[in-house]
């Protein structure tokens, strides 16, 4: 794709603003705080697309946490794809065996992404396991995915911003957008 140098004016609409975005990772941090009163936290970020994320829900957490990162990406090709086989690009540092995990994720899409990094932590054997997403985009999903903790519910739109990305770019705008037409017809 052509990237271009002014990154917010290639978006024509913002669905979810910096302070909508602050506010409602506030909120999150504070119940998942009262939930996992009294425990220590593993956060397992999924790379690349919820960096910023984490960033700022761990320090919306006030419980002792560690962090873990992994990075995971679809086989190439629809067909592959819609089989929800997953290449594990980044595993885990450390073993989760006996503790509370919390993965948190960019956005659910699919649910295929999610739905196999579930059943592979799963497998590690954590003492329990929970998945917290900032967007949800029910329209697209093709496996049931037991969510416990969604930032925001956006309609069947691509959207860029806040780590996520068009082409690898646009991951370090501070809200969330949807692209000018032109932006894509131009890649
Ligand atoms: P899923 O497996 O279909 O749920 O896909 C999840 C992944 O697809 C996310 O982690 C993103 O990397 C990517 N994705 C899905 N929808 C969007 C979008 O609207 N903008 C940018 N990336 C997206
Ligand atoms: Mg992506």
Do not use: H, W
């Not at 910023?52 to 957490?61: E, V």
């Not at 919390?102 to 649910?111: F, K, Q």
């Not at 995915?145 to 519910?153: A, E, L, M, R, S």
Request: proline share 3%.
């Amino acid at each position: 794709m052509v990237a271009t140098t002014d990154l917010a004016g290639d978006v024509g609409e913002i669905l979810l603003t910096e302070e909508q975005i602050q506010a409602r990772v506030a909120e999150l941090g504070a119940q998942i705080s009262a939930d996992m009163a009294g425990r220590t936290l593993t956060l397992v970020s999924v790379l690349k697309g919820s960096l910023p994320f984490m960033a700022d829900l761990m320090r919306a957490i006030r419980l002792p946490l560690r962090i873990d990162l992994m990075e995971v990406s679809s086989y190439g090709g629809a067909t592959t794809e819609s089989s929800g086989l997953v290449r594990i690009l980044k595993d885990l540092s450390s073993s989760i065996e006996g503790e509370d995990v919390l993965i948190v994720e960019d956005i659910i899409d699919t649910g295929l992404t999610l739905n196999y990094l579930v059943r592979y932590l799963r497998g590690k054997k954590p003492a329990s396991l929970r998945i917290c997403t900032l967007l949800d985009k029910p329209a697209r999903r093709l496996v049931e995915i037991d969510v416990d903790y969604t930032g925001f519910t956006i309609p069947d739109q691509f959207v860029v911003g806040y780590g996520l990305d068009y082409g690898e770019i646009y991951r370090n705008l501070r809200f969330v957008g949807v692209l000018k037409p032109e932006v894509y017809s131009a890649g």
